[in-house]
């Protein structure tokens, strides 16, 4: 039995630049792991079958499972005949702007690479995981990094300095298509991407709350108030800075003392049923 961590990433900043020709949104994002994880389990079978073995009912654990599809590609890339069965332990919260399914699928590609001796390099699993989702290169490093062209294009940046965040998801799940879809990029919302790499090369702390920013909030915001609400509440009761992650709904503050995460986490607690405090990974 192999074992592997999945943890979540959030946006320290999204951009989008224009749409591609291929209907893709360039983007150019500034990520990084979080201590909120899903763990997967990989074991062979005896038939040549994919298993995808998820407790909760509203994570699919067929075919449209990204863990799924993960293993269907290593299978027909690698050509391996043995089947697998995959074993999701789910923490993150789903359809948030987390990452969710694209880490499990990224834990997936690292764990087969381990349990059929596959010994092929990342960047070979990165090259794969693009085809099925545009976070998966990113998951499959997970540390801190700036990615741009449909989020594939990596560069490795400095973890973050040393932070709290909490993490809440309102009752609500947003697909990122249909985001993406909404976006009017004749309407200018400025996102601090340069800030945010002056913050972290440099390490600090001020800087990075203050560069918070993601080009998708507005759109996902006009249409569930509820993302404000929260963003407005961190701020008010500690947080030095917030900003909703991905395409949403899940928003974090940062904060540096425990103590401080605590009051935000109470302070947003009545109004969400999932809310976390973390550490930042990076
Ligand atoms: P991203 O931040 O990459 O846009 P997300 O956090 O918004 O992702 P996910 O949690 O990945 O969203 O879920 C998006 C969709 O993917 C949901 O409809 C969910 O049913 C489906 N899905 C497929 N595989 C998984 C998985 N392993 N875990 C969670 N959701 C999955």
């Known amino acids: 039995m192999i074992y592997e961590t999945a943890p979540a990433k959030i946006n320290l900043t999204l951009d989008t630049l224009f749409k591609r020709d291929?209907?893709?949104?360039?983007?150019?994002?500034?990520?990084t792991t979080i201590d909120l994880n899903d763990r997967l389990s990989f074991e062979l079978r005896k038939d040549q079958n994919i298993v995808v073995d998820v407790e909760q009912s509203y994570?699919?654990?067929?075919?449209?499972?990204?863990?799924?599809?993960?293993?269907?590609?290593m299978k027909k890339n690698y050509n391996l005949k043995q089947g697998v069965t995959i074993t999701i332990d789910k923490n993150i919260p789903v359809s948030a702007?987390?990452?969710?399914?694209?880490?499990?699928?990224?834990?997936t590609m690292r764990g087969m690479n381990r349990l059929y001796k596959l010994n092929r390099p990342l960047e070979e699993l990165c090259e794969l995981g693009i085809q099925i989702g545009t976070d998966i290169p990113?998951?499959?490093?997970?540390?801190?990094?700036?990615?741009?062209?449909?989020?594939?294009?990596?560069?490795?940046?400095?973890?973050?300095?040393?932070?709290?965040?909490?993490?809440a998801k309102p009752d609500l799940g947003i697909s990122s298509p249909d985001i993406f879809r909404k976006l009017d990029l004749t309407q200018?919302?400025?996102?601090?991407?340069?800030?945010?790499?002056?913050?972290?090369?440099?390490?600090?702390y001020e800087l990075l709350c203050n560069s918070l920013s993601n080009r998708l909030e507005p759109v996902s915001g006009k249409m569930y108030t509820e993302i404000y609400k929260i963003k407005?509440?961190?701020?008010?009761?500690g947080a030095d800075g917030a900003?909703?992650?991905?395409?949403?709904?899940?928003?974090?503050?940062?904060?540096?003392?425990?103590?401080?995460?605590?009051?935000?986490?109470?302070?947003?607690?009545?109004?969400?049923?999932?809310?976390?405090?973390?550490?930042?990974?990076?």
């Open 59 to 73: 994570v699919p654990s067929d075919s449209k499972n990204l863990a799924y599809k993960a293993a269907e590609l």
């Open 22 to 31: 291929d209907g893709f949104h360039e983007v150019e994002m500034i990520m």
């Open 138 to 167: 990113f998951c499959i490093y997970g540390k801190t990094a700036f990615c741009k062209g449909k989020g594939e294009l990596i560069r490795f940046m400095n973890r973050p300095p040393s932070a709290w965040a909490v993490v």
């Open 188 to 204: 200018t919302h400025e996102v601090y991407t340069k800030a945010c790499e002056t913050a972290l090369d440099t390490g600090d």
């Open 243 to 282: 900003v909703m992650s991905g395409s949403g709904p899940a928003v974090y503050g940062l904060t540096q003392k425990e103590r401080q995460a605590k009051h935000v986490y109470n302070a947003v607690n009545g109004c969400c049923n999932e809310v976390y405090v973390v550490r930042l990974l990076g």
């Open 97 to 107: 702007g987390l990452a969710g399914g694209s880490t499990d699928a990224a834990a």
């Open 232 to 237: 407005e509440n961190m701020l008010k009761n």
